[in-house]
């Protein structure tokens, strides 16, 4: 199962400029083939985003175009020649098994992004606590704005999914979410003691999370913190946000024994984060960390908070485990879905991202997809000439992928449907070249079920 987000409308599914579909998870994940089954799992699914410059009832007909370089409603867009791309594409694998990753050389020198461009720095935590039903997760990310000296743009946001926080006449796996932009000199980020501007060349933003710096401090005076310590072994969070109906939501977790996507710093981008041609960056810094948690809900505005909620005041306290993730560089793409599971006992993890990803001068549809069970562990990436095909549906809130390693035969098929709808109502900032934005933003859920096998 899952949890995510993702913005339902009614009639045919409409994708126009930065439009999102998130989804996220958690309901019960079987496992089928040669993998034994697993009881009770919890998956995220969390985004699918796209730039479509024409209405379309069927997302799968607007996917298929994009996987042939087409936009709904437009003529073929120019392709690079496929037979480059899988030169480049082997030289980069090759020389990726051969180099060390820890110290990620890079085997392309070029310049990096021109200080003029605008730059942003953010962090995921979701936590996943089966026995109390709940899961939650937080946000934060800053952004320099193009042409500015530091950054000026600050975006925190707590989502969570729990019976106990259930409103009247609401489903009560329904998510809630909370949003604040803080204003340009209330956050600092720290990196070993010294604070960040915002450049793309002034440090490895990427150190934080492969733990190659003791300490990292993202922190608001008005919203709270999020601290990475020990080198990434430990993380802490501490945020309170209120809304615009005078509720407030804290959410402390104490996070530690990080689970590494895979050994000597090794992440999702696979070779190409040895090169520059990425403008947003992707590392992970944990599939699944040990945490304990409080999550606290109050309102001081008692009679609309009677109408509202069953409880009031709610207070949920546990443990579970917690996803770690961190992107920096320009902007999002402008396109991407993004599903993540964590299972019981942290014995299964799951994670996919998927979209319009610009590389260099080509902005092509490629995947990400990630698979752990107990001691076995699956990559896939269609930058390695692996073969990915997937289906979704805006309207259905349904999603689909097939998975294949040419070399290996490693094979992976996953089902996604959030049919209940369980998405929040407001949308989430996303940080675009002009900023921070939800028109449109995207749309998450914490209720979709996923199955594997």
């Known amino acids: 199962a899952g949890q995510g987000r993702r913005r339902s409308r009614d009639g045919p599914c409409t994708m126009q400029g930065s439009n999102a579909i998130h989804v996220h998870g958690i309901l019960p994940l079987p496992l089928k083939g040669n993998i034994r089954p697993m009881r009770n799992e919890r998956a995220g699914l969390l ?40 030169a480049v594409a082997l030289v980069g694998v090759v020389l990726d098994s051969l180099l060390h990753p820890a110290a990620q050389p890079s085997f392309m020198v070029l310049p990096a992004l021109p200080r003029k461009k605008p730059f942003f720095d953010g962090w995921f935590v979701r936590i996943t606590d089966l026995a109390m039903q709940t899961s939650c997760s937080l946000i934060v990310g800053s952004m320099r704005r193009s042409g500015s000296s530091g950054f000026n743009e600050h975006y925190v946001s707590v989502s969570f999914c729990s019976p106990r926080f259930g409103r009247k006449g609401h489903k009560p796996y329904e998510l809630q979410s909370f949003h604040n932009l803080p204003p340009q000199g209330d956050v600092s980020i720290v990196f070993d003691g010294r604070k960040m501007n915002g450049f793309d060349d ?40 209120r809304n615009e109906r005078d ?56 009679r609309n908070a009677s109408r509202t909620y069953h409880l009031s005041n709610v207070c ?33 993890a799951l994670l996919v991202t998927g979209g319009k990803f610009k590389i260099g001068a080509v902005t092509p549809l490629t995947w990400i997809v990630a698979f752990r069970v107990s001691d076995t562990s699956f990559n896939f990436r269609t930058t390695d000439l692996h073969q990915v095909k997937a289906k979704f549906s805006c309207t259905n809130r349904t999603f689909s992928l097939e ?51």
């Open 47 to 86: 985004s699918v985003h796209d730039s479509v410059e024409e209405p379309t009832s069927n997302g799968f007909e607007v996917l298929k175009k994009l996987y042939h370089g087409q936009k709904a409603g437009g003529q073929p867009s120019p392709r690079f020649p496929s037979a480059i791309l899988i």
């Open 202 to 241: 002034e440090m490895d933003w990427r150190a934080p999370a492969a733990g190659r710096c003791s300490s990292f401090l993202w922190e608001s005076r008005q919203c709270g913190s999020l601290r990475v310590l020990d080198g990434g072994a430990r993380t802490e969070i501490d945020v309170k946000l």
């Open 247 to 302: 509720e407030v939501i804290e959410l402390k977790a104490k996070l530690r024994q990080p689970k590494a996507w895979g050994k000597n710093e090794a992440g999702p981008e696979g070779w190409l984060g040895r090169t520059p041609l990425l403008p947003c960056r992707y590392f992970v810094q944990s599939l699944g960390s040990e945490c304990s948690y409080t999550l606290r809900r109050r309102s001081d505005a008692w």
């Open 316 to 348: 949920v306290s546990g443990s579970g485990f917690a996803h770690v993730e961190t992107n920096y560089g320009a902007a999002f793409p402008s396109g991407w879905i993004y599903l993540q599971v964590i299972g019981p006992e942290n014995r299964v």
């Open 403 to 453: 998975a294949s390693d040419p070399f290996t035969g490693d094979f992976l098929q996953i089902e996604a449907n959030d049919a209940n709808m369980n998405q929040d109502e407001q949308n989430v900032w996303v940080p675009t070249l002009q900023g921070f934005t939800n028109n449109p933003g995207c749309s998450e859920s914490f209720a979709a079920k996923v199955r594997v096998r």
